[in-house]
């Protein structure tokens, strides 16, 4: 019982230490505009409700000029860690390779 809750305890700690270190947070990035885009990742982000598009093309525009100015957001406007964890685009993308999966297994019948 003991080992299960140093061994969460040390995950979470290790958790917030990359969240920290990866610095996206500093210019108000969530963790799903992070990934890489794939064909897959671009069909999910087309498939967004209207107001998430607009909040994630916002974020990542803020970021590219703060980027560019080599400065980052004021502290109370960074990412926490509870903001970076949800998890916008997920859902879309994991429907995205479903339906893929289910592509390719059709063409081979």
Request: glycine share 2%; with cysteine.
């Amino acid at each position: 019982m003991a080992a299960k809750q140093v061994t969460k305890g040390s995950a979470d700690l290790l958790k917030r230490w990359l969240f920290k270190t990866s610095r996206f947070n500093q210019y108000g990035l969530k963790s799903d505009d992070m990934i890489n885009e794939t064909d897959e990742v671009k069909e999910a982000v087309r498939r967004l409700p209207d107001h998430v598009y607009d909040e994630r093309a916002f974020r990542i525009h803020r970021a590219l000029h703060f980027c560019m100015l080599k400065r980052v957001l004021p502290k109370e406007e960074w990412t926490t860690v509870d903001d970076a964890d949800n998890h916008y685009l997920t859902p879309y993308l994991n429907e995205v390779e479903k339906e893929n999966e289910e592509k390719k297994e059709w063409a081979k019948k």
